[in-house]
């Protein structure tokens, strides 16, 4: 009789294990906010809705002296985002065909649009030193007026938004640069998310066509 009881306590305690299991990770998703806009989430996503990660800074663009002094200081993810209403757009890379004849002046032909509908910043992306997008701005004077330029100088911004993408064959590189796309992004949570198909390509994610997604 013993044995039988014995032999079904086990049972009984394991039949509790998948319950008990469930309520831990329950609690756990609760206690660190797991879910679709948490970017540690297992499969998370850069999607409409979801955050920001606040870790991430990126450098803007300045001469390489102004960086020496001011301890080639990253701006910081409050400084971008936070309280902001803030307009994203990523090029594959300064100098480059489509991002300096298209992409870049549908944006600075529309800077008191975008500020009339609110927006605090209009930023231009790229994975490209901070004193190459400077210089960039420089060449495009009024073309690029009103926007703030900054780098992906490691990279981190564009592989957490899994925007990657290898063009070292038309000579970009070393390493990976970002596709084509822009964000409205408002107190660091995503908005609107207009991805291109190919880097060539400049369909969705030109000034005009994100202008009219703002209410």
Not at 69 to 74: I, L, V, Y
Request: hydrophobic letters at 40%.
């Amino acid at each position: 009789g013993g044995v039988r009881i014995a032999g079904s306590m086990h049972s009984f305690a394991r039949s509790l294990r998948p319950l008990a299991t469930a309520g831990f990770q329950q609690a756990r998703s609760m206690a660190v906010g797991i879910g679709a806009g948490n970017p540690n989430t297992p499969g998370w996503a850069p999607a409409v809705g979801n955050r920001i990660s606040s870790a991430l800074t990126l450098q803007k663009a300045r001469k390489f002296d102004e960086g020496v002094a001011d301890g080639f200081k990253a701006s910081t993810y409050d400084e971008i985002f936070k309280g902001k209403k803030v307009v994203l757009f990523a090029v594959p890379g300064a100098f480059t065909g489509v991002c300096e004849k298209a992409h870049v002046p549908s944006f600075g032909k529309n800077a008191e649009a975008f500020k009339a509908k609110g927006v605090n910043s209009i930023i231009c992306l790229a994975v490209n030193d901070p004193y190459s997008m400077n210089a960039w701005k420089n060449v495009l004077g009024k073309g690029g007026e009103g926007i703030e330029f900054y780098s992906d100088f490691n990279g981190a911004f564009t592989k957490y938004m899994q925007k990657e993408v290898d063009l070292s064959a038309a000579g970009l590189g070393p390493g990976k640069r970002s596709m084509r796309y822009a964000a409205v992004i408002e107190d660091g949570i995503i908005k609107v998310l207009n991805v291109e198909k190919t880097t060539g390509d400049l369909k969705v994610s030109d000034g005009e066509t994100i202008l009219q997604t703002l209410k």
